[in-house]
């Protein structure tokens, strides 16, 4: 009996793992399904079904069921099998991992366990399904359907605009059997957020250009244009507003600098002090006279990413119609170095009139938010929450695991944690001590020295403490997203490439806040 069951379990394996031929390819047949499977407790072994893919189950007579257990034990979390030719309407079904079903809010990794494990099955289902040319899918809720619609739509992504040979366009729908539709959209709208941001950090800067990328946005926002107003600032009006630090990093470059700026009413009443984010949108960072090395120079394209997530964020909560009032600021800019560059030593003059010895060209970023961070204060914001591609420090710290943030506020530090939590893309508290501050405002020439006194020590908490010399607001934090900028493998439902991180932890932040009076 045991070598029949053998010979029957590779026979089916054979069959149920069989791509489609060539006369199968026809539109009708290019339908999918994604459907979830739990482990069961250790003391009771096997898999079992998610509401959906039971009910599915029942329609087919339990043949479904009676092809797992063919197909041989166990499913690990994240894995997925295959189907083809067992339901009329969905040739090709995919019967993805989900871990187990009594698993939660993890204390040790600060996320919910349940939810990343969604996101993560589904995104491999779906992009099994993509590989076999699968054009439509239907997915299970799995029970979280905002989760499975991230994982669907993130891992979907990829940037291949500018390729001869594109991936299979795949739409997505939730599965008629999973009935939680408000929470769908919602979970699309966060992903689509996020591929916004992944599509601008991932784009060639001689396509996203600082009036390239403000344009991008301008058309993104159409579509809400009662809700959200847009002001693309010339260089004529960064001159005006005397942000000299600014105008310092852009002045190597041919490209005009842009000063982006975004207000999203959607609070009941108008009047409401505005949430305010602030990106760095350093649209392709050379180093300037400090220039990088050549290796992995061309990822600077993305150090852009704080702009990309907080314009991106903001389009999100549009789209949801977060009744918010939000304010985003882009400082938007390429440092190059020429005839005209910054050179190291140079001391620039701030908007709030604080002088600036520029020893390290490289370390740009800090000095276009400063002007940034001084302008937005004149709004009386609920809170300042700038997001940074900040420093090589960060990632060394923290590599891609978390964001590291860096507040003066434990109130603001508590919701951009109990956000991340929920997202699964995860931000870690650094010290902010008076320590680094003593470091950075001990300068030869001027108020303030952009490195530090000891330039390659602390180098992501030096560079916070600088940012907060221009900081007056009593709800403040810094985000520094250099460690999470890419994704190789880390994020199993993101391929490799630009991340657009933490874009939906900034969503859920503000949807909190909207909702918290």
């Known amino acids: 009996m045991l070598v029949v069951r053998k010979a029957a379990q590779t026979a089916a394996r054979k069959h149920l793992c069989r791509p489609f031929s060539a006369s199968q390819t026809h539109l009708q047949e290019r339908k999918g399904l994604v459907l979830g499977v739990f482990e069961k407790e250790a003391e009771e072994g096997g898999l079992h079904l998610t509401q959906a893919a039971a009910s599915f189950d029942q329609t087919l007579s339990g043949k479904l069921s009676e092809l797992l257990k063919i197909a041989g034990p166990g499913l690990k979390k994240g894995k997925s099998r295959i189907f083809y030719g067992i339901h009329q309407d969905f040739p090709c079904v995919a019967v993805v991992g989900l871990g187990k079903d009594s698993e939660g809010i993890c204390g040790a990794e600060n996320w919910d366990t349940k939810k990343e494990n969604i996101r993560q099955a589904v995104s491999a289902g779906c992009q099994v399904l993509q590989e076999l040319e699968v054009n439509h899918v239907e997915v299970d809720d799995c029970g979280d359907a905002k989760s499975a619609a991230e994982g669907a739509v993130l891992g979907l992504f990829s940037y291949d605009q500018l390729k001869s040979k594109k991936k299979t366009r795949v739409t997505t729908q939730l599965h008629h059997g999973s009935a939680d539709v408000d929470d769908w959209k919602k979970g699309l709208a966060y992903a689509e957020g996020q591929n916004l941001a992944r599509f601008l950090m991932e784009a060639p800067a001689n396509h996203i250009t600082p009036t390239a990328f403000a344009n991008t946005i301008e058309e993104r926002v159409a579509p809400h244009a009662e809700r959200v107003t847009v002001n693309k600032r010339s260089k004529a009006w960064i001159e005006e507003q005397q942000m000299g630090a600014f105008l310092s990093v852009a002045r190597g470059s041919e490209e ?65 119609k977060l009744p918010v009032n939000i304010i985003g600021l882009a400082p938007l800019c390429e440092n190059m170095p020429s005839g005209k560059a910054t050179k190291p030593g140079d001391v620039v003059t701030a908007k709030n009139g604080k002088t600036i010895q520029v020893d390290n060209t490289d370390a740009e970023g800090r000095l276009i938010l400063a002007d940034a961070l001084c302008y937005g204060s004149t709004f009386n914001p609920r809170a300042i929450v700038n997001v940074a591609t900040l420093t090589g420090a960060m990632d060394v710290a923290l590599g891609s695991a978390a964001t590291g943030v860096f507040t003066n506020s434990d109130w603001l530090w508590e919701q951009l944690h109990q956000a991340s939590v929920v997202t699964g893309d995860r931000v870690w508290r650094m010290p902010l001590f008076q320590h680094y501050t003593k470091q950075v405002t001990d300068s030869q020439l001027a108020d303030l020295n952009n490195i530090g006194k000891y330039s390659r020590s602390g180098g992501a908490c030096t560079a916070a403490a600088f940012l907060r010399e221009f900081v007056t607001a009593p709800h403040w934090a810094h985000l520094d997203i250099a460690g999470v900028m890419s994704n190789k493998d880390e994020v199993p439902y993101l391929r490799k490439g630009m991340s657009g991180r933490p874009t939906r932890t900034l969503v859920e932040f503000a949807a909190r806040l909207a909702h918290s009076g």
Do not use: W
């Not at 392709?284 to 964020?313: E, H, N, Y």
């Open 256 to 320: 005009p600098p842009v000063f982006l700026e975004l207000h999203y009413n959607g609070a009941p009443d108008r009047k409401q002090p505005p949430l305010m984010l602030v990106g760095k949108g350093v649209t392709f960072d050379s180093g300037g006279i400090s220039l990088k090395p050549s290796q992995s120079m061309d990822a600077m394209r993305a150090d852009m990413g704080g702009a990309a997530t907080v314009c991106a964020s903001i389009v999100t909560a549009a789209a949801l």
